[in-house]
């Protein structure tokens, strides 16, 4: 199994640019979830979905938008980039939507916008 | 309200000695916590997790600990290792929930 796997690995974009950042997971997991992580700091929840067709928010929503067509795939949009969504983005997988099991983490995708 | 921290945001231990790692949370219903370990350039690593039902769980060469009464987390790394550096998190979930709090984060650096 490859896990879980994010791209691009890192992006620059301008503001006002627009961008999807993509994850997808091999495990067959029906939790999915996107974080941001800013220097200094923990993982903060953007967007989750607990199984395909399903999403919801999470802490820090806006400017994001995701959607869950399949179970593996959980992309992340950002419509409009502005430089205060410079960051590092986690996606992450778990089999419970319940999360009272382990979540797998993808490497990350460190995006910078000028 | 929800929130989960950590006592300290660096530690330095020399190799060979053993490293605890506090955290301290506020949500008295959260159940289940979780311990994880980022590299540089890489996204956190499961290293344990304990349920509310247990107060200790030891795994190879790590210990979590949990004191309900106080709502504290720590976790503790027998006879360090240089591949022990990284920074370490505690999250927090409790039944039903369905995210994960996580703390900031306690960077553990190693000393030869």
């Known amino acids: 199994n490859a896990g879980v796997t994010q791209t691009p690995k890192f992006q620059v974009l301008k503001t006002g640019q627009s961008m999807t950042l993509q994850c997808a997971q091999d495990?067959?997991?029906?939790?999915m979830s996107w974080y941001r992580q800013d220097p200094g700091m923990g993982l903060r929840l953007i967007h989750y979905?607990?199984?395909?067709?399903?999403?919801d928010q999470g802490e820090v929503p806006n400017g994001y938008n995701v959607s869950r067509s399949t179970t593996e795939d959980f992309p992340l949009r950002l419509l409009s980039a502005a430089p205060s969504q410079t960051s590092v983005y986690f996606c992450?997988?778990?089999?419970?939507?319940?999360?009272?099991?382990?979540?797998?983490f993808g490497p990350g995708t460190r995006l910078l916008v000028l | 309200g929800e929130s989960v921290g950590l006592h300290l945001p660096t530690l330095s231990v020399q190799e060979g000695d053993n490293s605890i790692i506090n955290c301290a949370y506020s949500?008295?219903?959260?159940?289940?916590f979780i311990w994880y370990k980022q590299e540089s350039g890489k996204g956190p690593q499961f290293i344990i997790d304990?349920?509310?039902?247990?107060d200790k769980r030891q795994g190879q060469r790590v210990t979590v600990l949990l004191n309900k009464t106080v709502k504290h987390l720590s976790l503790q790394i027998a006879a360090t290792q240089p591949g022990d550096s990284a920074v370490y998190f505690c999250?927090?979930?409790?039944?039903?929930?369905?995210?994960?709090?996580f703390g900031q984060g306690t960077r553990l650096t190693i000393n030869p």
């Open positions: 992450a997988s778990s089999r419970n939507p319940g999360l009272q099991e382990t979540q797998y």
């Open positions: 304990i349920r509310s039902n247990m």
């Open positions: 999250a927090e979930n409790f039944q039903g929930a369905q995210k994960l709090v």
């Open positions: 979905s607990v199984g395909a067709g399903i999403t």
């Open positions: 949500n008295s219903a959260s159940d289940y």
């Open positions: 495990m067959n997991h029906e939790y």
